[in-house]
């Protein structure tokens, strides 16, 4: 379930984001329109921002975030002062006074106590505590930065998922267009086969064509809703059902950038290369916590207590005494059986598997880059060639048509051209929204955010 405080500010969003939508055609009425008539439109950062406030994987990373936090401060802690209470009670049976000789007697006590506090400091730990330290803060900065990687990969995801949406949701109202132009050919048709000016033949074809027109817009409008479905698994239940996606465009589009700047800026920007990086130092770094169990540890230690009796006073009397102490004490594995050495070999095992991740990283990088890059030129190149040839194919629909009612042209030659236009505007929209899908993976990609 969402919190209710960000599902809140979610639904504020997008009410307040919600604007007139006028580039799509008045004709349409997939969804509902407000008092003025226009459909209300849910924007790309919309979906982001609703995808990002609802993420279980988010919302785990963070976790993550504050585990790392904690061991911190595990780890620095082990740096500081030991305070510690210690109290004790007993009750002895078969307890008698003993006679160590003429005038010294241990006399029977059968209840005991004992109380006392104390502190411990480590002065000397081979180094183990600084490098304990080190790692656990590389690790904590690896877990924020891991974090930051997820929220850039969800708000790719969503963008992608809101892209894919946009363009069922264009093919619809394309297909919607495409039938109703059949609709009315269909119709004048009918008049003409009526009037003899038209052979059954061609009227048939063109109910043929009309009730292919209206499967190719059930099957996009079932396109439009398993892309919606989509969006929603990323967005949860705080997606608005009553929004349409806006039209996507080129006039916004950024320029193509330069490979090398772009891989250049990859590697500085990009979250998961930076944790891994980052774990890697910290792997570094367990190579000396192994291997400080080889070297000297000492620590400084001082109590104060009170006994009844106290077990330093001799002969014990059944009164409290107190005693205090302070000390230091010095432990040095001389022969652990190869467990210290042991444990280093892990570590460096662990550090050059971490090495290798960073190495991979980089290559995947480098590939998304390269791949993001190529989408783009591709899907920019192509829009031009679409746009002139949806403007070709409605041209050569108006032709075609002034051919066949003067009768130079055959109606198959009308219904062909209905055909290709229908077409042309379906990859139009294909094109601009890959494009967008594009821009949103070679954002990603070089770690620059997810929406300009």
């Not at 620590?299 to 330093?312: D, Q, W």
Request: glycine share 4%; net charge negative; charged share 25%.
């Amino acid at each position: 379930m969402i919190p209710a405080c960000p599902r809140m500010l979610c639904l504020c969003a997008l009410l307040a984001a919600a604007v007139p939508a006028v580039t799509r055609s008045q004709e349409t009425a997939i969804v509902p329109t407000n008092a003025a008539g226009h459909r209300l439109a849910l924007t790309p950062r919309d979906a982001i921002a609703c995808a990002l406030s609802y993420s279980p994987v988010l919302r785990d990373a963070d976790e993550d975030v504050q585990a790392a936090t904690w061991r911190r401060r595990q780890a620095e802690a082990q740096a500081h002062p030991v305070l510690d209470v210690r109290a004790d009670a007993a009750h002895y049976e078969g307890i008698a006074n003993t006679s160590l000789g003429p005038g010294l007697t241990l006399p029977e006590i059968d209840n005991r106590y004992a109380a006392s506090a104390g502190v411990t400091l480590p002065l000397l730990t081979g180094g183990r505590v600084p490098a304990l330290r080190d790692s656990a803060v590389w690790l904590q900065e690896a877990a924020r930065r891991t974090r930051q990687s997820t929220h850039d990969e969800i708000a790719r995801q969503a963008s992608v998922a809101y892209w894919t949406w946009a363009r069922a949701y264009g093919q619809a109202d394309a297909a919607l267009a495409a039938v109703r132009r059949m609709e009315a050919h269909a119709a004048d048709l009918a008049s003409l086969r009526k009037a003899g000016l038209a052979t059954e033949n061609d009227r048939l074809a063109a109910v043929v064509q009309l009730d292919q027109t209206r499967l190719k817009l059930a099957d996009v409008k079932r396109q439009t809703e398993q892309a919606l479905a989509d969006l929603a698994l990323l967005t949860g239940p705080s997606l608005p059902s009553d929004r349409e996606p806006l039209a996507p465009d080129t006039e916004s589009a950024e320029p193509l950038p330069e490979l090398s700047s772009a891989v250049d800026r990859a590697l500085t920007n990009r979250a998961d290369l930076a944790a891994a990086r980052d774990t890697l130092q910290a792997s570094r770094r367990q190579i000396a916590v192994a291997r400080a169990d080889d070297r000297p540890q000492v620590a400084l230690a001082a109590r104060y207590e009170e006994g009844r009796p106290n077990a330093v006073d001799f002969p014990p009397t059944d009164t409290w005494q107190d005693d205090g102490f302070v000390g230091a004490t010095l432990r040095w594995n001389l022969w652990d059986g190869g467990l210290s050495r042991a444990k280093a070999g892990e570590a460096r095992a662990r550090a050059a598997q971490a090495a290798f991740a960073v190495e991979q990283a980089t290559d995947r990088i480098e590939w998304q880059v390269k791949t993001a890059r190529i989408s783009l030129a591709s899907a920019l190149e192509r829009v031009a060639v679409a746009r002139h040839a949806e403007e070709s194919a409605s041209l050569n629909v108006k032709t075609a048509a002034d051919l066949w009612k003067n009768g130079l042209a055959r109606h198959s030659d009308v219904l062909d051209a209905e055909a290709r236009l229908t077409e042309a505007a379906f990859e139009t929209i294909a094109t601009l929204t890959d494009v967008k899908i594009a821009q949103a993976q070679l954002r990603y990609a070089t770690g620059t955010g997810s929406e300009p």
